[in-house]
């Protein structure tokens, strides 16, 4: 598409966008016109390669899409085909465009939108009602789930509501906790034989993790698993007298699930407050992985990255189930990318998680060593923060790989990171008090960019055989975005700049970019309809230009605010 054409298809984007907010902000529009097509337990299981189901698609979390209609000979011929302007301004837009039939359900902080995955016409909208009062420090939503003829959403107000796929109807809504004490739910639902299962978000204000299992049909409550554990539970030894109750450990990123062990993965988040030396101990089960059984929410294993946490590096994106081969032998192993950091490789087993091996994929100066047993790490006391002790290190607190996910490729047995390098933290502890629903971080915290950098992100692809780097492309501005790869040996990245791009998923190599309205994107997606392979991405951040981690942000393309855009693309033959 030529510059003009996207120019055209930009200001329309923003017109439209305004129309839509101002004239029908609750817009319900009842679907007619075909059937839909209800989400199995088979189907989430094993779904047909034009679908998308899920936040990455599998159960496995790869973000990977078997489709291989767009390649590398002919992305470059890759141009939008509609476009869908979200109507919402304040927030970024963090949601996967998922896609059962004809139908794509993508969310903001407030909505539910549905649409058709191959016009991009409005079917029906739900808007949230937010209370009044309420403060939510990160105010977005990172998707829906999918189950028989519903769809399902975490909200600010942290309730998981049921709507009927169709008409947008409300059919079920649960309280999950009380808003008021600073819970909130940003994460998209992972449905699993019949239960909805969340995390919350909230781990800045002195809330106790834990995941929810509530009954799709009914939204009844299954079971509940705390990742703090009170007096009598394993693990709570390592708090001291009565930190558990604000421990923090959110869990506000979606999880990933083996069938066959019939266990579900999490990541959990930061201890509360920051400063570790508020809360001596190994302070389990926070920046772990925790293995839950399905059917009951019992606990089978963990692994903690590091502990008595005092980095805010939140280790919420859960492992990606791959099997490897080390050693002889085939492992169904478990990979984490850290935002410590590291790269963890993890073995997967009934009743235990198990440590293999571990490396950094950044630059790192807290650890000194790792135990090549355990997995523990040793750290240099120079560059861990406590309360009136001001120190730096590396990477910053918004870590080596935020909550933006990886993707993996079965065909080219590579792993893509979307990492952060030449950011660093200052952060000196401070004492604080727990009110409920209030703050209750205690630090101050500065970001910079090490002196003489000439980039910030990198996408990186590595061999999950050896354990290698292959390969890594330097990106600047910063990128820090979500990773989507095909069966077309592409990897799609949109992140913190305006541009999307896909790179060869086997050199690395640039072969199609596009600017789009915004300097933020969310995970991408891809889907088919009708024998033609789409690729979507929702894009959008707050409107004003700001700073972020101490590096100026995009306006975007053309100087528009940088409200919330769904952008499709397909191959120009095929519009």
């Not at 009844?220 to 554990?229: A, L, S």
Request: glycine share 12%; aromatic share 10%; charged share 20%.
């Amino acid at each position: 598409m030529t510059k003009t054409g996207l120019r055209a298809i930009a200001y329309g984007v923003a017109a439209v966008g305004f129309v839509s907010i101002v004239t029908r902000p609750n817009e319900m529009r009842a679907r007619q016109d075909t059937d839909y097509l209800p989400v199995t337990d088979e189907r989430l299981r094993d779904p047909e390669p034009g679908s998308w189901l899920m936040y990455r698609r599998t159960y496995n979390g790869w973000g990977y899409s078997p489709l291989d209609q767009i390649t590398e000979q002919n992305v470059s011929d890759l141009t939008p085909v509609w476009v869908f302007p979200t109507g919402v301004f304040t927030e970024d837009h963090q949601s996967p465009p998922i896609v059962n039939g004809d139908t794509m359900f993508v969310t903001t902080s407030t909505h539910v939108i549905a649409l058709n995955a191959k016009s991009g016409e409005l079917r029906w909208r739900y808007a949230r009602e937010l209370p009044s009062k309420i403060r939510t420090p990160h105010p977005t939503n990172r998707g829906v789930g999918l189950y028989a003829d519903m769809v399902y959403v975490g909200t600010l107000d942290a309730h998981v509501v049921a709507l009927n796929a169709t008409s947008g109807q409300v059919v079920w809504d649960r309280t999950v906790e009380d808003y008021r004490a600073g819970y909130y739910i940003t994460m998209a639902p992972m449905v699993v034989d019949g239960k909805v299962m969340v995390g919350t978000s909230g781990g800045e204000n002195g809330v106790r993790g834990f995941v929810i299992a509530l009954d799709a049909m009914t939204g009844d409550e299954v079971w509940k698993t705390y990742t703090i554990p009170a007096p009598g539970e394993p693990g709570n030894e390592t708090w001291p007298a009565e930190a558990w109750r604000t421990g923090g450990g959110p869990v506000w990123v979606t999880g990933t699930h083996d069938p066959e062990l019939n266990l579900v993965y999490w990541g959990v988040g930061n201890g509360g407050p920051l400063m570790g030396d508020a809360r001596p101990g190994d302070n389990l089960f926070t920046n772990s992985t925790i293995a839950l059984d399905l059917d009951t929410g019992a606990l089978r294993g963990h692994h903690q990255y590091h502990w008595n946490g005092s980095w805010d590096w939140d280790e919420v994106t859960p492992p990606l189930l791959i099997d490897i081969e080390r050693g002889g032998r085939t492992i169904p192993s478990l990979v984490h990318v850290g935002r410590n950091g590291y790269l963890w490789w993890l073995e997967q087993e009934p009743d235990r998680i198990s440590f293999i091996d571990a490396s950094p994929y950044v630059y790192q100066n807290v650890f000194t060593s790792i135990d090549s047993q355990t997995g523990r790490p040793t750290y240099d006391a120079a560059h861990v923060p406590g309360t009136g002790t001001r120190v730096t290190f590396c990477p910053s607190v918004a870590g080596a790989k935020n909550w933006q996910p990886e993707a993996y490729n079965p065909k080219t047995g590579l792993l893509y990171i979307p990492a952060t390098e030449n950011l660093c933290s200052v952060m000196e502890g401070t004492q604080v008090v727990y009110t409920p629903g209030e703050p209750f971080a205690g630090a101050n915290i500065d970001v910079f960019r090490v002196e003489g950098a000439d980039h910030l992100t990198e996408l990186q692809a590595w061999n999950v055989e050896t354990g290698d780097m292959v390969w890594k492309r330097e990106l600047e501005p910063r990128n820090g975005g979500s990773v989507l790869t095909t069966g077309g040996d592409l990897v799609f990245l949109g992140g913190q700049s305006d541009r999307f791009r896909a790179y060869s998923a086997r050199s690395g190599d640039v072969l199609w970019e596009i600017r789009t309205n915004s300097g933020r994107a969310g995970v991408p997606t891809s889907y088919a309809v009708d024998g033609v392979q789409y690729i979507a991405v929702q894009t959008g951040a707050e409107p004003a230009p700001r700073e972020r981690d101490g590096v100026p942000e995009s306006q975007g393309a053309f100087g528009f605010p940088q409200d919330g855009v769904i952008w499709v693309f397909a191959l120009d033959c095929q519009c």
